[in-house]
């Protein structure tokens, strides 16, 4: 029976791992300039943390096969050692495991986090609610309008709470329920959500970030590619949460200033 | 001279008329009062509402619905308007009939529904996709309830006369009113902006019209054997 344990630990994770190495189940495409490194991290990651588990797995099944064994004098009953010497060597194992990753990995954090945005990057304001993502343009002024959350009002469309009639600036602000940006071209996005928490998730451009209610919060990327992208919220919102998404949509630089002229339009 | 004698002749035409209503009383609910709702000024632009995330409920539309808080027509028309007998005979009070209000293509059709205080109101979900409907109600009790699609109706009803705003828990975008009555006189204004209320008897009345964006304007109105006319004009402004 022990035997036989030790058999299907070994399968199980053997079978496990191959699934990463041949990359079975693997991320989508990666449209997004800070892109490699992250998923270069991600790499050395599922590595270190994957020759661990690796081995760790491998060594349970030995012990499992020694300590099932008929013949007393092979037969293994406590942890060479002691149980002392392990434990401390898990720890200070696992320990620089993590530290290292850290310390390596953020270099790759801090150029998505860190890293003011570019000068000249492409500023949208994003409005998260239940259940929707909503976009906001300064339109042709460059300047986007004050936020007044008193004056949101779904059903005439006024989704940011914007004062035309009082504010200049507010008037020629474009609000869309679609993320159209142009290729090649540095996004600034400010997050700001009307009631609970959401994220805005993107897998493409290898961004997760949380929308918090009160606090706004800079996001900035490249897209590296034209298409359509899903933008899904993965944080729970309520009782729409599976239905919160969005569609980010990366155009030449062309077709997106056409776009936004139709929409200035409107 | 002359204007003299016309003023005259009109003064007998006219009581002449007067009397011969008196004389013989029309029947009684003949008479109504029809109109039309314009507006001045510059009225709010109509926003395209994005329905890409819910693709069931957008391919239904082959150009993307709008906003419709302030509908207007060709002409400066108003639709959506509802016009009623705030007082005066105010006609049955009971209803036999329900009423019935739709979801489909995540919008509310009608975008305004009419009934009466104690009707029976069905909510229906057309679509493909679940529906929170949220009626804010302040003078009623307020409620929302979640409808996945293929659930029966919403069988319920309001028992205080008053305009309430609707909306969709999961789909910020819909929108629409009910408006909650005492009287079955009323009338919703189309596209071209008239309304039509039938079944009146002669006598004084005081109409009000309700446009969601501009509140309420009244006028007294008196109703003869035919129709009476009443028309209504609110001040649009862009913002
Ligand atoms: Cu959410």
Not at chain 1, 2 to 29: D, N, Q, Y
Not at chain 1, 51 to 57: A, N, R, S, V
Not at chain 1, 170 to 175: E, I, N
């Amino acid at each position: 029976m022990g035997r036989l344990f030790a058999v299907v630990v070994t399968v199980i994770t053997l079978l496990s791992v191959s699934f990463f190495v041949m990359h079975t189940w693997w991320m989508p495409v990666d449209i997004s300039t800070t892109g490699p490194a992250i998923d270069h991290q991600l790499e050395e990651t599922m590595t270190g943390s994957g020759l661990l588990f690796l081995g760790g797995q491998l060594l349970l099944g030995l012990f499992v096969w020694q300590s099932s064994d008929k013949n007393p004098a092979r037969k293994i009953k406590i942890f060479p050692g002691g149980a002392n010497p392990l434990v401390a060597a898990a720890i200070i194992l696992v320990g620089i495991e993590i530290l290292t990753l850290t310390f390596v990995g953020s270099k790759a954090w801090a150029a998505v986090n860190l890293v003011p945005a570019a000068a000249d990057s492409l500023h949208i304001d994003v409005q998260a609610e239940q259940f929707a993502f909503y976009f906001r343009y300064a339109g042709p002024d460059g300047q986007f309008g004050g936020l007044h959350p008193d004056k949101i009002d779904d059903g005439s469309g006024n989704y940011f709470g914007l004062d035309p009639a009082n504010d200049v600036a507010a008037r020629d602000d474009v609000v869309v329920g679609s993320l159209v940006i142009p290729v090649n071209r540095p996004i600034l996005l400010t997050l700001h959500s009307k009631d609970v928490g959401h994220s805005f998730y993107v897998p493409e451009l290898r961004i997760q970030q949380d929308f918090v209610p009160g606090i706004e919060i800079p996001v900035h990327f490249t897209a590296t590619q034209t298409g359509k992208f899903e933008i899904v919220c993965t944080q729970l919102c309520g009782l729409g949460h599976y239905n919160m998404k969005a569609y980010l949509q990366v155009m030449s630089e062309a077709d997106y200033e056409q776009w936004l002229k139709g929409q200035e339009g409107q | 001279m002359r204007m003299k004698f016309f003023a005259a002749l009109a003064l007998t035409v006219a009581m002449g008329s007067a009397l011969m209503v008196f004389a013989t009383p029309p029947p009684a609910g003949s008479g109504s009062i029809t109109g039309k709702v314009t507006y001045t000024g510059t009225p709010m632009k109509m926003k395209p509402i994005d329905m890409s995330k819910e693709p069931s409920c957008a391919k239904q539309h082959a150009t993307p619905i709008t906003t419709e808080n302030v509908a207007t027509g060709p002409g400066n028309t108003l639709q959506w308007v509802v016009v009623y007998i705030s007082a005066g005979d105010e006609g049955t009070t009971t209803a036999s009939q329900g009423v019935r209000y739709d979801q489909k293509g995540c919008q509310y059709l009608p975008h305004v529904l009419t009934m009466l205080a104690g009707q029976q109101l069905q909510i229906y979900n057309d679509d493909q996709t679940s529906h929170n409907i949220h009626p804010l109600a302040k003078v009623n009790q307020e409620w929302n309830k979640s409808q996945p699609p293929g659930s029966p109706p919403i069988d319920t009803k309001w028992d205080k006369p008053e305009f309430i705003a609707v909306k969709c828990n999961i789909h910020p975008w819909m929108h629409g009113y009910f408006a909650v009555l005492k009287t079955s006189h009323v009338s919703i204004t189309g596209e071209d902006g008239t309304f039509d209320i039938k079944g009146l008897s002669p006598g004084k009345y005081t109409v009000t019209a309700w446009q969601e964006q501009y509140g309420t304007k009244t006028q007294d109105v008196t109703v003869g054997a035919g129709a009476a006319t009443a028309n209504f004009v609110f001040t649009a402004t862009p913002y």
